[in-house]
């Protein structure tokens, strides 16, 4: 579920509110998984500390930094290298479900396949966060295999705050899967929790 969207100078004039910021960071890819299924997109999310499947980001304050630098510091602990991200990259900004006092700024960063292996290897290798608030990068299956292999079975895991919403948004944005596959996906995923709600 995704919370309120607002514009991004209307939710920096709102009192009292906290503000984060996440990306996410894909490329297009020739890569086909058993030789034969292509992957298409290769698209980064992250395993939180919390079990939960998020962004990489954090907590920026617009009082001492804009949200870009901010977004940037953060990457800078949880990737290990720097990675540009700026005003033209933002996507959405939404009141977050909860906390209620929390407005999540989302932006999208294409970069090259070869540049996506070096944040992979840096988030392993030099990221301050690595193993403690990160537990670790991973790469989100885009492809649809038999029972719901793939990204349904991925949309079934347990994402936090409006990362899921995000996720499909942009994935529909950037024309990465289209709206039929999006659908689809979603429409088996949510059979696939039923049938294994305990
Ligand atoms: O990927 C995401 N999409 C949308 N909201 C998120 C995402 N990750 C975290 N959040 C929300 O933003 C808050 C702060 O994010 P995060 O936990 O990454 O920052 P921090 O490590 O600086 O505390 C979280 O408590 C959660 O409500």
Same mark, same amino acid.
């Given at each position: 579920?995704?919370?309120?969207? #607002?514009?991004?100078?209307?939710? *920096?004039?709102?009192?009292?509110?906290?503000?984060?910021?996440?990306? &996410? %960071?894909?490329?297009?890819?020739?890569?086909?998984?058993?030789?034969? #299924?292509? #992957?298409?997109?290769?698209? $980064? &999310?992250?395993?939180?500390?919390?079990?939960? *499947?998020?962004?990489?980001?954090? %907590?920026?304050?617009?009082?001492?930094?804009?949200?870009?630098?901010?977004?940037?510091?953060?990457?800078?602990?949880? %990737?290990?290298?720097? $990675?540009?991200?700026?005003?033209?990259?933002?996507?959405?900004?939404?009141?977050? $479900?909860?906390?209620?006092?929390?407005?999540?700024? @989302?932006?999208?960063?294409?970069?090259?396949?070869?540049?996506?292996?070096?944040?992979?290897?840096?988030?392993?290798?030099?990221?301050?966060?690595?193993?403690?608030?990160? &537990?670790?990068?991973?790469?989100?299956?885009?492809?649809?295999?038999?029972?719901?292999?793939?990204?349904?079975?991925?949309?079934?895991?347990? @994402?936090?705050?409006?990362?899921?919403?995000?996720?499909?948004?942009?994935?529909?944005?950037?024309?990465?899967?289209?709206?039929?596959?999006?659908?689809?996906?979603?429409?088996?995923?949510? &059979?696939?929790?039923?049938?294994?709600?305990?």
């Amino acid at each position: 579920m995704a919370g309120q969207e #607002i514009s991004k100078d209307e939710s *920096l004039s709102l009192k009292g509110y906290r503000h984060a910021c996440h990306v &996410m %960071i894909y490329a297009d890819t020739e890569a086909k998984l058993f030789g034969k #299924i292509p #992957i298409k997109h290769i698209v $980064l &999310m992250q395993m939180r500390f919390d079990g939960f *499947l998020g962004f990489p980001g954090g %907590i920026v304050n617009p009082r001492e930094e804009s949200l870009e630098a901010g977004l940037c510091r953060e990457l800078w602990e949880e %990737i290990g290298m720097a $990675l540009k991200v700026g005003p033209e990259d933002h996507c959405s900004s939404c009141l977050a $479900l909860s906390p209620p006092d929390l407005v999540t700024h @989302f932006y999208t960063k294409k970069l090259r396949e070869e540049e996506v292996r070096e944040v992979e290897r840096a988030a392993v290798s030099s990221a301050a966060d690595h193993g403690l608030e990160v &537990m670790g990068m991973i790469r989100v299956p885009l492809y649809c295999l038999k029972k719901g292999e793939g990204f349904p079975s991925f949309l079934s895991n347990s @994402f936090i705050d409006s990362a899921r919403s995000q996720l499909l948004a942009a994935l529909r944005v950037l024309g990465l899967l289209s709206q039929e596959e999006l659908e689809a996906a979603v429409a088996t995923a949510k &059979m696939m929790r039923q049938s294994t709600a305990h």
